[in-house]
């Protein structure tokens, strides 16, 4: 652990210092993850690249800045700019539609409904995530992996608590019927080759 700490400090005062090598090594070590982050809110993969390669750049001209908080944070830290820059191609390329739902409408905090992803593969709940649409998707990815409020997430976006929560309500309830169809399309599956 120490040893990982010293070597990922080492790397950033070295990127700090223009080092292209260090660049190229941070770039390794952390594409694959800072690039399923990045998938999680854009499906485009052609923006996924130009979102990141943008992030990249962030990351290389705001690293003097980061304050080092042990083992992981350099990872979050550049997560937290992926993600912002995720949010702002969203924000100016796709068209959001968030819709208000009515107050007796809204979804009860304390509902227990949530999908059941236990025996899905990590890859299928990826897809699943990626093919919802982008106002249900955003709000779902800042509630779920970036552990946002409601209000944290109607600031983010410029829309109001309540559409917060209903995009939630609606992105779980068509991720629901997503693990439904999968599990059923299995088992048909698993009795077909049965047979």
């Known amino acids: 652990m120490i040893e990982e700490e010293s070597r990922e400090r080492e790397l950033i005062r070295q990127i700090v210092q223009g080092n292209r090598g260090a660049m ?10 800072l690039t399923a982050v990045c998938t999680r809110y854009i499906s485009n993969k052609e923006d ?11 990351i290389f001209n705001a690293i003097h800045k980061f304050e080092y908080k042990g083992s992981g944070s350099l990872r979050a830290w550049s997560a937290r700019i992926v993600v912002n820059e995720a949010l702002n191609h969203i924000k100016s390329n796709e068209r959001m539609q968030f819709t208000d739902l009515p107050d007796g409408d809204l979804p009860d905090p304390d ?19 990626r093919m919802l649409p982008p106002g249900y998707r ?16 109607a600031s983010i976006l410029h829309i109001a608590e309540s ?3 209903s995009q939630l309500h609606r992105a779980k309830g068509v991720l629901m019927k ?3 169809l999968y599990r059923l399309k299995k088992k048909y599956d698993e009795r077909s080759m049965a047979r």
């Open 178 to 180: 997503e693990i439904e």
């Open 163 to 165: 559409s917060s929560a």
């Open 111 to 129: 509902d227990a409904s949530e999908p059941d992803f236990e025996d899905i593969p990590t890859s299928v709940i990826m897809d699943m995530i």
């Open 24 to 33: 190229k090594r941070f770039y390794d070590d952390h594409s694959g993850y």
């Open 138 to 153: 955003t709000v779902f990815n800042l509630f779920i992996f970036e552990n946002k409020s409601h209000k944290e997430i």
């Open 48 to 58: 996924v690249r130009d979102v990141l390669q943008e992030s990249f750049l962030k």
